[in-house]
């Protein structure tokens, strides 16, 4: 039987998964004590969120983070700061420094630690990469078929890898990985929630992706019981159904953009420099091929299911954050044929 959490340890509490993790925790009367830490403060309507949860100002990447842990006898410790977005970070090698040995220096205080009894880690399932040879849908079993080769997705497998290795020398600690799809609603602050907020949206020439969403309160509803309970093992997360990209674009009322396959990496260059939107070279390959995952192991053994299918939450995102039609939906079609046959008569190499 598990014992319930009396100290718990959340990271990346200036963010939205981690404040609002830490904000739930901190509401229950069973748990002692929530310790929120991170690089910068959360924001004042955050902290107010957070309510007795403490912040501790703390880098993961130095070794006081295991002075932290000791100090206060933390007995639960939920990894929650994994990054995707460069531009939130500081840039590419401040992300990956802070995903990957922010990550290595937490583990190894909990492996030191007499006190740290139940693991869970944040993750992505972009573990899996996106390609046009992946199955239809992903299980926890599923391999890549290619490593992917940088980016969020690369420091997530690193990350796991690291997951594994602390496993193995330290069988006594139960560890739960969470593998997330994309997240969107109406108050996370995500690069899919940035995408669909575009007037104008650029999508593939050729390609109609398949969209599965998590909405940002099963999100942190998730992480809640995975801290609460000892659910050892790798589970997928997200919301039953999928979404085809075009239809998602619709029902937001945006204009798509149809970008022929050779422009696509300068389109993602603009939209990184003009700060609209901070696509990675993997999230792009996501916008092609698409990527579903598997969620019977998380409702039959880790006892979740998500209150939000990915239609839902899309349709959540779209209410919440009062978008409105850019064009009227009977004309959407109209002008939908017309940017594809702009974007056919370009020249192939543009």
């Not at 000791?70 to 977005?85: E, R, Y």
């Not at 299911?305 to 064009?327: E, H, N, S």
Request: hydrophobic share 40%; proline share 7%; charged share 25%.
């Amino acid at each position: 039987m598990s014992e319930a959490p009396s100290v718990v340890l959340v990271t990346g509490v200036s963010r939205f998964l981690g404040g609002h993790l830490a904000a739930r925790l901190a509401s229950d009367p069973s748990v002692e004590r929530v310790l929120g830490v991170d690089t910068t403060p959360p924001s004042r309507e955050m902290r107010r969120r957070m309510g007795r949860a403490e912040f501790v100002r703390v880098d993961i990447r130095n070794p006081l983070i295991g002075k932290v842990i000791s100090t206060a006898k933390v007995d639960t410790v939920v990894h929650a700061s994994l990054s995707g977005n460069p531009g939130q970070s500081g840039g590419r090698s401040m992300m990956m420094e802070m995903n990957v040995i922010g990550t290595m220096q937490l583990l190894a205080a909990c492996q030191r630690s007499d006190t740290v009894r139940r693991l869970v880690v944040k993750s992505t399932s972009a573990v899996y990469g996106a390609s046009s040879r992946d199955p239809a849908v992903f299980t926890e079993q599923t391999e890549p078929k290619a490593i992917p080769p940088g980016g969020y997705a690369k420091d997530a497998v690193e990350i796991e890898g690291y997951v594994r290795s602390f496993s193995r020398r330290r069988p006594d600690i139960p560890v739960t990985t969470l593998r997330f799809v994309n997240l969107i609603g109406p108050r996370i602050d995500t690069s899919f929630v940035r995408y669909f907020s575009l007037p104008v949206v650029p999508v593939v020439l050729g390609y109609d992706a398949r969209v599965q969403l998590l909405h940002e309160e099963d999100a942190v509803a998730v992480l809640e019981r995975a801290a609460a309970h000892d659910l050892p093992g790798v589970f997928n997360v997200g919301g039953d159904g999928v979404l085809m990209l075009s239809q998602a674009i619709r029902r937001a009322g945006r204009v798509p953009l149809p970008i022929p396959q050779p422009a696509v990496p300068l389109v993602g260059r603009f939209t990184r420099r003009a700060r609209l939107v901070d696509f990675s070279p993997e999230q792009m390959r996501l916008l092609n091929f698409g990527r579903v995952v598997d969620t019977t192991k998380l409702r039959t053994e880790f006892g979740f299911a998500p209150r939000w299918t990915t239609v839902q939450a899309f349709d959540d995102f779209v209410a919440g954050r009062g978008l409105r039609p850019i064009i009227d939906p009977a004309r959407l079609g109209r002008v939908q044929d017309a940017a594809l046959a702009v974007a056919r008569a370009l020249p192939s190499g543009t």
